[in-house]
């Protein structure tokens, strides 16, 4: 392919998606730039500095005089990192997710509109030819040869949360001999989010990889009636539906999702975290155990047509919290 030929796509993608004038096309103060940082802060579950520099190809000093500025409007927090002092842990307060939320709300209204152009049955063309682009210019020579791409844990797409539902009843019919009674719950899980959730303090993510939706995981509210904590906060927040698909695994994928529900968790102000899985799920368990959760009890069942040991953990978020909540199915 000519230079030029690139050079031209290149001029005509970025005035398509208005790129040179990011803030003025999605109606917000922030650049490009600076609404990606905060779409990185919002979708990766743990972000150091290091991390946004490298995954972003960013200069030190713009960064931090970015950050600076997040800072300074109350979208971001900065302290050492738990892990490494030396490395400057960035987190969005409350404010900052919800500006993320809204810039991630009028992209997606952004692409929409620009997908209305295109006729409905040329769409599919359309992402072919994106797929072949990325795969084409997105490899890195320097990776071993059949290495997969990044991860990138997101919001799901219109049509994904059903995806969720059907894959869990695949996947568990497949590899534990669950039958439809499971895919019902799961699907009445799905449904009570979709009609009923709290945006600040509940959450749903979808794991992409090489464009392709490969995991899920959510984060609900669970506190019983009139429950509150000392400071009028939410108590007790629940991981539900942790699914990776079996030919995504050995990524550290169900680690990163486990991860994002765990510092959003204790972002929105939650005291503990808790969720409710069997006994036969011995992967799964071994990342709760990983990510800090105690097993507080177990009691066998019959459930999904199969005989089970359904077990509750749970994992305290603040300083002094007790467990308040007694564990349910899912």
Known sequence: MAVQEMREF???????????????????????????????????PRTDAADLRAELSLDAGYLSRLLTKFERDGLVGRAPSEEDARRQRITLTSRGRETAELLDERSRDAVGTLLDRVEPGR????????????????????????????????????????????????VYAAEYGFNT???????????????????????????????????????????????????????????????????????????????????????????????????????ARALYQRAGFTLVTEQPHHSYGADLIGQDWHLLLKEGATTRQKGTPQ
């Open 10 to 44: 290149n001029r005509f993608y970025t005035n398509l998606i208005g790129a040179l004038d990011y803030g003025k096309h999605l109606y917000t103060p922030y650049t490009l730039t600076e609404s990606r940082v905060l779409y990185e802060l919002a979708h990766a």
């Open 123 to 170: 769409r599919p063309e359309l992402a072919d030819a994106m797929r072949t682009v990325r795969d084409i210019l997105g490899t890195d020579r320097t990776k071993a040869p059949g290495r997969r791409g990044a991860v990138v844990l997101r919001e799901p797409a219109p049509g994904e949360l059903g995806w969720i539902v059907q894959r869990h009843g695949a």
């Open 181 to 283: 009674e499971f895919e019902g719950l799961v699907a009445r899980i799905v449904a009570d989010f979709a009609q009923h959730h709290d945006p600040r303090l509940e959450r749903v993510w979808v794991a992409e990889l090489d464009g392709i939706p490969v995991g899920s995981i959510m984060c609900v509210r669970d506190d019983g009636p009139g429950i509150r904590g000392d400071d009028g906060g939410p108590v007790t927040a629940r991981l539900r539906l942790l699914l990776v698909e079996p030919e995504a695994r050995g990524h550290g994928l169900g680690e990163r999702l486990i991860g994002a529900v765990v510092d959003f968790a204790r972002s929105a102000g939650y005291e503990e975290l808790t969720l409710w899985t069997n006994d036969v799920l011995s992967a």
